[in-house]
């Protein structure tokens, strides 16, 4: 008879299996510097990391300019012959426009017969807060040591080029100057030869490497439409495959860019990856050589190199030609091994699914297992599992905040986090065990068990109309758990053959998504309770089906919800109790200095709705809005610069309005902003081809970064008198009287907005 110790050793070996899946999704261990030529090593390729990552590397900087040229002598001594690519590029979005001078460092490796070329992308600058030792010098630093270790085999049949973008934190800019230029036969770059007749029909597939983290594994995470050929060569040749196309789904859902997706834009074919762990990191001045795990940077070259090679010797023409032949691969990797098959068999597998989850039904119910109206109470109490676990997730998130405000300016991502992801799986299980103690003796566990199925069928099938690539995620775990629980169903009193047939249906449900849920912390921490969720999604059918098995025991009551609360409450309190400000993990502080230099008043001014007392001693006014800053701030009085303001020479043309600017200080970055929207720009650096966007919906706001002194001519398509204002903004305060630095326990905040001083000056066109 299966007793309670029976259940128990079930629930250990799936907790085993969990376990091992989520080890699994580890990166590899780093190889040594020691290692033969013609391999990956982190250990060689850190030292380009420790190299280029000593300091921030916003465009245009000093620091920026150091790296370009470093990766210039990196690329020479691997024989390449290295060119700068120096032009101007423009991107726009909803009224709001960037430009900047870029410079991209290119560089191809020829092959011995090509069919066309495997570019390998990553950008080299970075935020202004961090030295960007993740983002993006481990990438940079992986297509180096791939580059090395290419030199040291045999030669490819393609050509590899290396293109190194300039630019990406500023709007993708590098990349899509490559893209017009290279790919779309734009316009020619300024100092470089003109792409070669041809260059833009070549046949090209594009391997980006980001990072929106320190750590984890490499991952797979976007494609180009059509990506069953790029899916395949994948598949067979990196040695430690991460990710999956669920992934792919859902990133082309999402407003978020890398490099490649300019590339994406232009038709051509390609391939991003990233890792995202220890994303407290991230866009911070502690992205920095000591916190970049290795582990993730082997990952993430030893795949570059395997592909490089897979696609190096092969005709890249069918990857190649713009068009989906074969359509989108469903892949993704299960206890170490990777499936792969053709998306269209999307609507066949829920289908599958959906069929077995109403098999369970109808076993169920002839087998007096279950009533229709006990599946129909399991189908609404598992929807209520899945509300009251997003509701407890973003209360949990929503209490540390109201116990620690500062967490509202952190975001989800705080700088401990371990034992607040804990206690977020364990809020999990209360919901879990919660709703199968309400459920398990009405309508009953194998109801339950099959309401839920049904669900997940459902949403499996919705899924194979919008994102067929991440049917796999749940129309698998439904297969399985419906057939073990129809063998459970079957079983009546034999639990020696209920039992081990349920472990076996369960394994996939187990095996597939607690591993995404772990997952699910680096992407959204714990503050929108999608991690809660997605453990709730494969825990309450388990549990239910679980409590289904035959003599459940005579566990009553609601003594295990209870006691997984009072844990949560213990987790959260050791939270909150670690993790403190201080010098190991500094809280983010953001503060700027804007100066009107037609007024002659300065302010200190931050965006935090909980600022430190550092931060609240310059800035202790109440939130208020206050124009060029897109959210209510903070601010306080400030010493007067001598800072003589842009200047903002404007003069009415045909088309609208003609405005030369510059900044006598020397400000790198100059602002254009106005109530009045146009309708398009176009920006004239000196030495550059000039480069325009069409402009629609908004008021006018137009930033120039990497503005040389003599400035830069912006003309706008702009009708009617506008009143324009200008500003110049360079970063660090260090220039302001009675700026004080921050005390060790603070840091510069997240990302590009902090520490500017920012200059404004009003022009009147008539």
Do not use: C
Request: charged residues 15%; without cysteine; glycine residues 10%.
């Amino acid at each position: 008879m299966l007793t309670v110790i029976g259940r128990l050793v079930a629930v250990v070996l799936l907790a085993v299996v969990g376990v091992y899946a989520v080890v699994l999704e580890g990166p590899p261990e780093p190889v040594p510097a020691s290692a033969p030529p013609a391999e990956f090593s982190a250990d060689r390729a850190f030292g380009v990391v420790d190299t280029l990552a000593r300091e921030p590397r916003p465009i245009g900087s000093p620091a920026s300019d150091a790296a370009r040229d470093a990766l210039v002598g990196r690329l020479a001594a691997e024989g390449l012959a290295p060119r700068v690519e120096a032009t101007a590029s423009i991107a726009a979005e909803e009224g709001q426009a960037r430009a900047a001078r870029v410079e991209n460092v290119v560089a191809t490796l020829p092959g011995t017969d090509p069919t066309g070329a495997v570019v390998l992308m990553a950008h080299y600058d970075s935020v202004t807060a961090g030295p960007g030792a993740a983002d993006d010098v481990s990438g940079v630093a992986t297509i180096l040591e791939t580059v090395r270790a290419l030199r040291a085999g045999p030669p490819l049949r393609n050509d590899v080029t290396v293109v190194l973008t300039d630019g990406e934190e500023a709007g993708l800019l590098g990349a899509r100057a490559w893209v017009r230029d290279a790919l779309q036969g734009g316009t020619q770059r300024s100092g470089a030869a003109a792409p070669e007749a041809g260059d833009s029909d070549r046949p090209t597939v594009v391997l980006n490497w980001e990072a929106r983290g320190v750590s984890g594994p490499s991952m797979l995470f976007q494609t180009s439409p059509g990506n069953a050929g790029l899916v395949d060569a994948w598949a067979r040749s990196v040695p430690h495959p991460r990710g999956d196309s669920s992934q792919v789904e859902i990133y082309r859902f999402l407003p978020n860019d890398t490099d490649l997706t300019p590339v994406l834009d232009a038709g051509r074919p390609g391939m991003n990856s990233a890792f995202i762990d220890g994303a407290e990191q991230y866009h911070t001045p502690g992205d920095v050589p000591p916190n970049l795990s290795r582990a993730s940077l082997q990952n993430h070259g030893g795949n570059a190199l395997a592909l490089t090679r897979t696609l190096g010797s092969e005709d890249l023409a069918p990857l190649a030609s713009g068009l989906p032949p074969s359509g989108d691969a469903t892949y993704f990797t299960v206890l170490g091994r990777t499936v792969t098959y053709d998306s269209g068999w999307a609507w066949p597998v829920a289908g599958l699914a959906l069929l077995l989850a109403v098999a369970l039904v109808v076993v169920a119910r002839a087998r007096r297992k279950a009533t229709l109206g006990g599946v129909v109470g399991g189908f609404f109490g598992y929807v209520l599992a899945l509300v009251l676990a997003l509701a407890v997730g973003i209360g949990f998130w929503q209490s540390l905040v109201a116990i620690r405000p500062s967490y509202a300016d952190t975001g989800p991502f705080v700088g401990r986090p371990l034992m607040y992801e804990i206690a977020a799986g364990i809020a999990a299980f209360v919901v879990i065990t919660l709703m199968v103690s309400l459920l398990r003796r009405r309508p009953g566990g194998l109801a339950f068990a099959a309401g839920s199925l049904l669900v997940l069928a459902l949403l499996a099938v919705g899924l194979a109309v919008v994102a067929p690539g991440s049917v796999f995620m749940l129309a698998w775990p439904v297969i399985g758990l419906a057939l073990g629980l129809i063998v459970v169903a079957l079983a009546g009193e034999r639990p020696w053959l209920a039992g081990p047939f349920f472990v076996l249906g369960a394994v996939p449900a187990v095996a597939l998504l607690i591993p995404f849920a772990v997952a699910s912390y680096g992407v959204a921490g714990v503050s929108d309770g999608l991690p809660v969720a997605l453990f709730t999604l494969v825990g309450v059918p388990v549990a239910a089906g679980l409590s289904a098995l035959p003599r459940p025991g005579q566990v009553r009551g609601y003594a295990l919800p209870i006691l997984a609360f009072v844990w949560v409450l213990i987790l959260a309190a050791g939270g909150l109790f670690l993790d403190r400000p201080d010098a190991r993990t500094p809280q983010g502080a953001s503060l700027s200095y804007a100066l009107d230099a037609d007024t002659g008043v300065a302010r200190w001014v931050t965006p935090d709705t909980a600022p430190a007392d550092w931060t609240r001693g310059y800035a202790p006014g109440p939130p208020t809005a206050l124009p060029g800053f897109d959210e209510p701030v903070s601010t306080g009085p400030a010493p007067v610069l001598p800072a003589p303001g842009p200047t903002a020479v404007a003069e009415r043309t045909p088309g609208g309005v003609r405005l030369q600017v510059s900044s006598p200080r020397g400000a790198p970055t100059i602002a254009v902003r106005s109530s009045t929207p146009a309708s398009a720009v176009t920006v004239a650096y000196p030495g550059r081809p000039p480069v325009s966007v069409p402009l629609t919906g908004g008021p006018l706001r137009l930033q120039l970064d990497d503005v040389p002194r003599e400035g830069a001519l912006v003309d706008l398509q702009l009708a009617g008198p506008a009143s324009l204002v200008v500003d110049d903004q360079s970063v660090g305060l260090f220039t302001v009287p009675d700026f004080s630095p921050r005390p060790p326990d603070l840091r510069r905040a997240r990302g590009n907005e902090s520490d500017r001083v920012i200059v404004s000056r009003r022009v009147d066109v008539p």
